[in-house]
Structure formats: structure tokens, C-alpha cells
């Protein structure tokens, strides 16, 4: 239910934002005139799942614009809602009712890049695959890569601690951000743009905002301690007859590829019958096995690289660890063969719909839920090859290197009784293994009711009173329903 405390647009309003951004392409406007159309793909999330009634889009072009205008919403209770590239797959980044979207499309300069330090200050609404090219051209890489790359933004990246593909790698952004600025709730900037690597005075606040889903302020712009882009990247597929051979080939490819292993990837039988059934490529391998993993090494000496790669496959399969592998010729198979895996999450939702669950669990016991969730269903008669049966099977893949699995049940229609099925049973099954509700893609308003099944309520506490510190306007957030408030001014 909205919360009435937040005003309702008006002309004056918006009348005061034309006056800030200056123009009229600076804003879509829905309260003065129908603007329905153009506001639809602000309002509606990646997986046209949730969906909001925002009447205004504004695209601030600098900093100050951001903070004039979240101070203008604070000052007149009006809620907002920062949007990046809309990719987010909790409900995060659309409006819940009428918030005004702030769009950070227009803030996507790339400022400075020190060639020796590898630090790259850029805006928080740069398109990361466009820095990512930016840098590749320098001869270093962002320290993230995801499936989005081509429309997420960098200050959507880090209002999400994003993991992603080379984590395993590179490491959290937590690590990685070196500077921010923010834009508070009340419009006060916060400017902590250091481009070091060192810098121990007092508390890091930048951290509170890496995976705050803009909770606490906006992220205007970021520095990033960018690595240097291995010359040499090789990739290997690998069939696996079980998850507990899927577990050594990963000892393995720790003990042997060691320093040059860029990514560990696991992907089950499920999930790749279902990318070949909707693309209609031919997969990599031949046979068909229930489990598939694809490692990348990212190292400095090409033949060297490859030599290893190829002696690890020789030996994992002569140990029958693996039951068949093949390793990419070039950069085209290379790409060919990431695609079996970042095409998974767009196409488990192309049979009607889809229920995505990210959770981490402790390696040992990681796949387990998939086989428990679809023997739920089938007793529940919710599970079978036919149309008559809303679930078409559950697929589990994911960052194996992280202890991250992507559960996603399959549906052909959304369905009120495979809810029933699935919810609390996946958040308690986690919380049973001492796992996490959200590995990655954070609470949003899919995931924010669950949050104690992964948080004590002294630690939800502490959130609370972080929220009524920078946002006291909307806070307190009420107990026990909503413990984080995705929107400055929350309405919920
Ligand atoms: P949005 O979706 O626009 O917003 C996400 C949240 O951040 C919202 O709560 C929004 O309010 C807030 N926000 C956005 N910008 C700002 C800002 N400047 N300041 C403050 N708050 C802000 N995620 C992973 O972690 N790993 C993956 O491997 C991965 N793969 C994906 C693959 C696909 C095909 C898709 C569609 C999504 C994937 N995601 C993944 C999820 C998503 O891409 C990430 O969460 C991404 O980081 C979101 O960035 P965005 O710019 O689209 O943010
Ligand atoms: C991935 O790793 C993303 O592909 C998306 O995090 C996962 O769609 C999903 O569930
Ligand atoms: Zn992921």
C-alpha cells in the first residue's frame, strides 16, 4: 500500500525539474501530458516482472543536478527511485508505485585513467562494457564482467556489489572501488573520489553504498583499480557425469591452472538442453552429460597457457574426474563457448516465465537444492513434460568458484501454488546450510521480506539505524515487514 506521507506530483514539480536539467529532452514528463509509452521501460523491470507507475524519468547530467534534485524530492516528501541499466533481477530498479526515476543514463563520462596505476575515475552511469572497451584499448580490463555488460551501468555494478563471470578472479568490488562520490537523500555530496589504493582514515564509508541498492544515497561517480587485461585467455568445456566429479575437476583446476584460472563455471544438463532448445546451436560437446563446467585461464604467455589447459584436460579426463572437455582454437570459440553459459538466465525465462533464486550455499552441498526443489514439485503434480504442468523443470548453474548457484525454476505460466511450493522452502533450506538468500543480486523487493533468513536481528538492527542516519526522512522503516526501504523516500 502507498504510504500517503509522499506527495503526489504535481505541474510545480515538475515545472522545478525543467528548471534544473535545463531541457526538455533532460526528462520524460507524464504529469503535464500522457507519456505512458516512453515511461514504459523505466517502469518495467528486465524480466517484465514488476511493475511501476512512475509518471517522470529525470536524466541528471552532473552532480550537482542529482543533488539539487534529491534535495527538492526530500524537501517535498516526493520518492524516488536511482536507475542504472535497469538489468537488476530483484525488482530493485523500477518504482513500486509512483516514485520519480532518476535515470543515471546521462551521466556516463569517462574522466581520467592513469595508465600506471590503472585507476579509471569515470560516472556512475558509464555502460560498463563501454569501459570495459575503453580500457581494453589501454591494455587493461574492468575488474567485473556479467552477462548485462552491454546496457548495466557501473554505479548499478556497485549499488549491487555485482559478482559476475571473473570474481574468482578479481575479487569483490569492495575491493576494487577505490573512490566514490554520493549524492545523499537530503542532497548533501558526499566526495570521496580517492584514486589510491591506501587510505586508512577512519571508517570507509564508500563501503556502506557498495551493494546498498542506492538505499542510502546515489552513486554519481566512481575510481576503480583496474587490473591489467591478460594477452593470453584460453577456454576449456567440460562434460561431468556428477556433481561430486564437478567439485574435484574445480580442486583440480585450483591445484593445476593456479594462478593463470580466470573463471569456474558450472552449468547442469537442464540448463544447457534448454539454451540448445532455444537457440537451436549445436552444443560444444558431443554426449550429453548432467553437468558441464567452463573454465578460463587469463594469463601472459598464449602457448604456454594453452599447453596447460590442454595438459589439465588430458589429465582430469585420464582420471575419468572428467568425461569429455575441449578447448577453444580461438577468440570466436572462445566467445562461442561463454555464450553456453551467459545465455542461460535470458533463456530460463523463455517458456512464459521464470522464478530466479541466487544463493550461496557451502560448496559441498550446492547443487543438492535443485534435485530437492524438483522432487517438490513433482509430488506437489506442479512438474511434468506436458503443458498441463506450470513447471517445466529447475535448472542450476552458476559461479562454482564463488559458491554462488543460480536456482531457476522454469515455468510455463506464473502460478500461485508452485509459490507456495517453493516459498519458504528454498529461503529455509538455505538458512539450514548456513547459506545466503542473495549471493549477488542483492534484496530489491523481491528478496527484501526474506532478509532474516540470512541476517540476525541485531544486524538488521544496525541497518535500520544506518537508514534513519542517512535517510531519516523515510525512516523508520517499519518492523518486521520492511527492514531496507529500496527507495530514498520510501512509499512501501
Ligand atoms: P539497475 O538494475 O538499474 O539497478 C539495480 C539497483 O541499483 C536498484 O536498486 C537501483 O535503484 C540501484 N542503482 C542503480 N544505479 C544506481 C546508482 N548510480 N546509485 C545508487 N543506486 C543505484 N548480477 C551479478 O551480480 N552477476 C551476474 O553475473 C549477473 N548477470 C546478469 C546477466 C543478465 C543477462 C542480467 C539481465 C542481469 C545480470 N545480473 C548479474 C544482474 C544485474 O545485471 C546486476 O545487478 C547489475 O549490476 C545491475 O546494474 P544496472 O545498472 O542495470 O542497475
Ligand atoms: C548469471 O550469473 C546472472 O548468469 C543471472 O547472475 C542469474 O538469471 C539468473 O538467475
Ligand atoms: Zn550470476
Known sequence: KRDEKFAQLTEEHVAYFRDVLGSESAMIDGVSRDAADDI??????????????????????????????????????????????NTGLVGGS???FDEVVI????????????????SLVLGAGCVLEVADQYLAQRGYIFPLDLGAKGSCQV???????????????????????????????????MNDLCTLRKNNTGYDLKQLFIGAEGTIGIITKLCIQC???????????????SYEKAQQAFREAKGQLSEILSAFELMDGLSQELVHRAKGETMPLEGQFPFYCLIETSGSNSD?????????LEDVMGKEVVADGVVAQDA???KSLWAWRESISEVSAHWGGVYKYDVSIPLTDMYSIVPDVNERLAEAGLLGESDEFPVLGCVGYGHMGDSNLHLNVVVRR?????????????????????????????????????????????????????????????????????????????PT
Request: glycine share 8%; net charge neutral.
Open 332 to 334: 570466436t570459440q572462445i
Open 103 to 118: 535515470s543515471m543514463a546521462r551521466m556516463n563520462e569517462i574522466e581520467s585513467f592513469d595508465e600506471v596505476s590503472g
Open 304 to 312: 604456454h597457457d594453452y599447453e596447460k589447459l590442454e595438459k589439465f
Open 155 to 189: 554505479g548499478g555494478n556497485v549499488a549491487t556489489n555485482a559478482g559476475g563471470l571473473r570474481l574468482l578472479r578479481y575479487g569483490s568490488l569492495h575491493g576494487s572501488v577505490l573512490g566514490m562520490e554520493a549524492v545523499l537523500p537530503d542532497g548533501t555530496i
Open 94 to 96: 523500477v518504482p513500486v
Open 414 to 490: 506464473y502460478d500461485k501454488a508452485v509459490e507456495r511450493v517453493l516459498e519458504p522452502y528454498v529461503y529455509e533450506w538455505i538458512e539450514k546450510r548456513k547459506g545466503s538468500i542473495s549471493a549477488e543480486h542483492g534484496l530489491g523487493l523481491a528478496k527484501k521480506n526474506y532478509i532474516r533468513y540470512s541476517r540476525n536481528d541485531t544486524m538488521i538492527g544496525l541497518m535500520q539505524q544506518i537508514k534513519q542516519l542517512y535517510d531519516p526522512v523515510s525512516s523508520p522503516v517499519p518492523l518486521p515487514v520492511v527492514p531496507l526501504s529500496r527507495c530514498f523516500i520510501s
Open 40 to 85: 514504459l521501460m523505466f517502469n518495467e523491470d528486465w524480466m517484465h516482472k514488476y511493475r511501476g507507475q512512475a509518471r517522470l524519468v529525470v536524466k541528471p547530467k552532473s552532480t550537482e543536478e542529482v543533488s539539487k534534485i534529491l534535495k527538492y524530492c526530500n524537501d517535498k516528501l516526493l520518492a524516488v527511485v536511482p536507475q542504472g541499466g
Open 227 to 241: 587490473p591489467q587485461r591478460s594477452p593470453a585467455v584460453n577456454v576449456a568445456f567440460l562434460g561431468i557425469e
